[in-house]
């Protein structure tokens, strides 16, 4: 995969298409957490300081190939102007005759950002004229959005086949980190990993199972061990068909040598806005919930924490959005920043909801990496071949 720091690469006075992702979280026309933009800003400074034209495409929710007013990327280009301490030009128009000619009057070190690509149905088709057309934006073509890297779209995909493409710094970080996780690994590695239903993640914990030495699986997806070892689990929320689920994930641990582990303890309540009261796995009554480990639980994630090396953390262990139930969820992230602290040990974090927990507890700092992917991250883990990193490679 060739990237921009190749040293054949002549970047002076070339039009770059930088495709990012600036899909960041709004509210009432403000966005409410930033990183997605900060986590870009070294490509493009490194873009401007070699004296390139910077076209950035990015998209912004779901428009489905239509103009939608609040899905206007305008707001973002006025926040990236003040990170970057610099104007940023806001390209409105359609991709027609009229915008290279813009494009071509911008002067070395300039940035303009087009509005929001998914505005195009053609886009998320990856349909081959369109990506040929966004290609005559620029001379090369820089992917710097590894979060959008499992969409087989125009300005990830198609793009590639009608420009020298290069990927940028953000995805290379997110590319060394996984591959820490998934091939380059400093063993033992375990893994946490919660969410609420196993069904979503099967597929994940099936390709890690092959790598990893430990797996501590909380949450709601918990619960389904539990459920299969026959203990009575009320009324908490489990898979249908968390048997063969279950069984699929124990008769591949025991082929690989891979420890699965469940929590040994729980926090209950009746009401998810209850309170909680903490139990062993087999006092849980009919009509309670399951919403979070137990102290023993959280001394055994310390234990296999503190004698690993490389750890992974998906998912929530409980209901964190109530503060009764968010102890457990705060206490990995308590135990994965002090092991950092004083220790080596190489630890990252991913997931859309995941990097949101991250975000609220103010622990963005107690990982080696933090990914601001997504899907793309879930996807990876999954062992799936990417369509944006098969383009470039
Ligand atoms: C994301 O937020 O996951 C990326 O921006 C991709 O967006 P999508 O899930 O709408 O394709
Ligand atoms: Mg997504």
Redesign the pocket.
């Known amino acids: 995969m060739k990237s921009i720091l190749d040293k054949s690469l002549i970047l002076k006075g070339k039009k770059v298409i930088l495709r990012v ?1 600036l ?1 960041v979280p709004m509210q009432n026309g403000s966005i409410t957490e930033i990183s ?1 933009i900060t986590k870009i800003l070294p490509t493009i400074k490194l873009l401007i300081e070699k004296e390139a034209k910077i076209i950035i495409l990015s ?1 912004i ?2 428009p489905k190939g239509k103009v939608v007013n609040g899905m206007s990327l305008e707001p973002i280009s006025k926040k990236l102007a003040d990170l970057l301490n610099m104007k940023v030009l806001f390209n409105k128009d359609k991709i027609n005759e009229k915008t290279l000619a813009e494009i071509n009057k911008i002067s070395n070190g300039s940035v303009m950002m087009m509005e929001n690509i998914r505005f195009y149905e053609k886009e998320e088709q990856n349909d081959d004229a369109f990506s040929k057309k966004i290609s005559s934006l620029g001379d090369i073509y820089v992917n710097d ?1 590894f ?2 890297s ?2 087989a ?1 125009s300005s990830i995909e198609g793009i590639t086949k009608y420009a020298p493409s290069y990927c940028g710094l953000q995805f290379i970080e997110e590319i060394n980190a996984l591959k820490k996780i998934t091939s380059q690994i400093t063993k033992p590695i375990t893994c946490i990993i919660g969410g609420s239903k196993i069904s979503t993640k099967i597929k994940i914990i099936s390709n890690l199972i092959k790598i990893f030495d430990n797996i501590i699986i909380v949450g709601g997806m918990g619960n389904a061990l539990l459920k299969n070892t026959g203990i009575n689990i009320g009324k908490s929320v489990c898979d249908d068909g968390y048997k063969s689920l279950v069984g699929k994930i124990l008769e591949q641990s025991k082929v690989h040598n891979c420890s699965i582990y469940s929590p040994l303890d729980v926090v209950v309540s009746k009401e998810l806005n209850g309170d909680g009261t903490i139990k062993e796995v087999n006092e849980v009554n009919n009509d309670e919930m399951i919403l979070d480990i137990g102290p023993k639980t959280i001394r055994l994630i310390e234990k296999i924490i503190n004698s690993s090396n490389t750890v992974l953390w998906n998912g929530p262990a409980g209901y964190f959005e109530n503060p009764n139930f968010s102890n457990g969820t705060k206490k990995i992230l308590e135990i994965i920043s002090n092991k950092k602290s004083k220790d080596k040990i190489y630890s990252v974090a991913g997931g ?1 909801e995941t990097v949101a927990v991250i975000s609220k507890f103010n622990k963005l700092n107690s990982f080696n990496f933090v990914s601001t ?4 991250f879930l996807e990876y883990l999954e062992g799936k071949e990417l369509p944006g990193i098969k383009a470039l490679n």
Request: glycine residues 24%; positive net charge.
């Open positions: 992702d899909n997605r998209h929710g779901r959005a979060s959008c499992h969409r779209h859309g992917a997504g899907g793309a």
